[in-house]
């Protein structure tokens, strides 16, 4: 595929202006490409996304069915999204709400009914004719709202407002996509599913993520923001006590996928925000899920940021805000045979947040974190994350993750990184 795209490129020089160029004043940013050495996305033959496009092959979209044309064209393609893409939109631009894709008598409220722990106990998941009916509807929903993402893509926004409402877009099994400057927002499922099996005490489910990447290699996310928009998780109900979880990951890379930086996004008012590995399971994931994650402000966001199986992630420069130990779970969460090289993050916290709640231990063995600051009260001060977690909790964490990170474009001090990420990161803030 990617000699095809090099190929292609090649022959559309000859007629089209000049080649795809590195991030830099004068390219525009829809043929930008991955900067050499930043993050794993930039291994081997790094990351250009559509950026080869020829003319024919660039399309502005304001549309769900513009976007889903655009994602079906032939690459390399270049998609710039104009306005507000809302997936739930049918033919012709009708507004679609959830009640559109119930089937087979899927309600709520009957389906409160059926699998009330009173009723149904808590031993088993949900079965019989009204999870059926429950799963007949999400794979409606599914068919409208998750939109496959090819190889050889770059999607843009264009301006500062540029969004993908509702939308899942899958990266699934592709090599070399870009993703930036947009807007996700509110990729919530009407459906979510009950598991009493799930926790303690159960948990509701749902399917969407605003990006899921799986099985993909050389995925470049930068300068996106995520926020569940009117729509948060604090304004859902509990129903059989536990909250009614509308919402999946903002950004989660898994099954097998490789090669993936996630740059100068804003993820905001979330619970599940980015989950690295979604299976202890080592079949598809052993020696992947390696994903550079760089200056990111995590703004008031529950866990997961991110939470980590077998990968080597690098997590450097970010700007964690955590104003409220009510909206906090943990940061980095240690998972099996997890790799976390984390260094020159700015924590900030709330005064009634735990710093030892700061790294969670998901069955993960060791992590190396050095040269992060932590900023409680308006003073800042340097801050070992595994020695506060070790100081609290057992059984320790070891302080080496085994690995030195070597794609990267320099990592700054961390006292910088609140005032730089503040002023940078997220959509809107490119050309
Ligand atoms: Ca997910
Ligand atoms: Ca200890």
Known sequence: ?????????????????????????????????????????????????????????????????????????????????????????????????????????????????????????????????????????????????????????????????ATLRGVNLHVDRADNVIIRNLVFEDAADCFPQWDPTDGEEGNWNSLYDNISVTGSTHVWVDHNTFTDGDNPDSAQPRHFGRPYQVHDGQLDVTNG?????????????????????????????????????????????????????????????????????????????????SKIFSEANFYRLGRAVDPAALLHDWGGTALTSRDDVLRVGGKVRPFDAVAAYNAAHDPDLGSDAGWTPVLHTGVDPAESVRLSVSQRAGAGRLG
């Open 1 to 161: 595929m990617r000699r095809l795209a090099v190929l292609t490129a090649v022959l559309s020089l000859a007629v089209v202006a000049g080649p795809p160029a590195p991030a830099a004043a004068g390219t525009p940013l829809a043929r930008q490409t991955l900067p050499a050495g930043d993050g794993w996305a930039a291994e081997g033959p790094g990351t250009t996304g559509g950026s080869a496009a020829p003319p024919a092959n660039v399309h502005t979209v304001s549309t769900r069915a513009g976007l889903v044309a655009a994602l079906a064209a032939p690459g390399p393609r270049i998609i710039q999204v104009r306005g507000t893409v809302d997936a739930h939109t049918g033919p012709g631009g009708t507004p679609l709400s959830c009640a559109d894709y119930a089937q087979d008598g899927y309600t709520l409220a009957g389906y409160l009914t059926a699998y009330d722990p009173a009723v149904w106990g808590r031993d088993r998941e949900p079965a019989g004719p009204l999870e059926d009916a429950r799963a007949a509807s999400a794979a409606r929903q599914t068919a409208q709202i998750k939109l496959k993402v090819p190889g050889d893509t770059t999607i843009v926004g264009l301006g500062g407002s």
């Open 257 to 337: 996928a490789d090669f993936v930086t996630a740059s100068w996004n804003v993820f905001s008012g979330h619970d599940k925000t980015m989950l690295i590995g979604s299976t202890n399971n080592p079949a598809a994931d052993a020696g992947r899920l390696n994903v550079t994650v760089h200056h990111n402000h995590f703004d008031d966001v529950l866990q997961r940021l991110p939470r980590v199986r077998f990968g080597k992630v690098h997590v450097y420069n970010n700007y964690y805000e955590i104003p409220d130990a009510s909206t906090f779970v943990y940061a980095l969460g240690v998972g099996v045979e």
